[in-house]
DNA sequence: TTTCTGACTCGAA
DNA sequence: CTTCGAGCCAGAA
């Protein structure tokens, strides 16, 4: 018989994506740390690419530098950066100027998701 | 089944 | 200052 968790490590970092607020962008280390993964920044990102078929603002997700690093994953060679502008984030060559300003530490907005 | 790769991060040299 | 290696988990071949 299978444990069967409430939610998979893929669909916990959907929630919080998910509850990231507008003009706001936050990190995969701090996803990761959110979930307690801690060292699993790369899964994070990794579910990132699986959440194409999730409704996740994936933009607004970077690396702790700010540096868009999926974003060549988006269409287009600009339009996750055109996005983040668009939300108010300055984005400067694939980089988030302001990320101190706009960075959303789920850890100190959310609570736990179990 | 094993093997490889990846939208990351940190510590060490 | 820069560069390298290791750890993490999941999905595809």
Do not use: C
């Amino acid at each position: 018989m299978k444990p069967a968790k409430s939610l998979d490590f893929f669909d916990k970092v959907y929630n919080v994506v998910k509850q990231v607020p507008y003009g706001k962008v936050t990190t995969y280390g701090a996803i990761a740390k959110y979930l307690g993964a801690g060292k699993s920044a790369r899964i994070v990102g990794y579910a990132m690419n699986a959440s194409k078929k999730a409704e996740v603002p994936a933009h607004r997700v970077v690396n702790r530098n700010g540096m868009l690093t999926g974003k060549h994953h988006f269409e287009g060679t600009n339009l996750m950066q055109q996005l983040l502008e668009n939300e108010g984030v300055k984005v400067i060559n694939n980089q988030v100027q302001n990320l101190n300003e706009v960075f959303w530490n789920p850890s100190k907005a959310l609570h736990k998701i179990d």
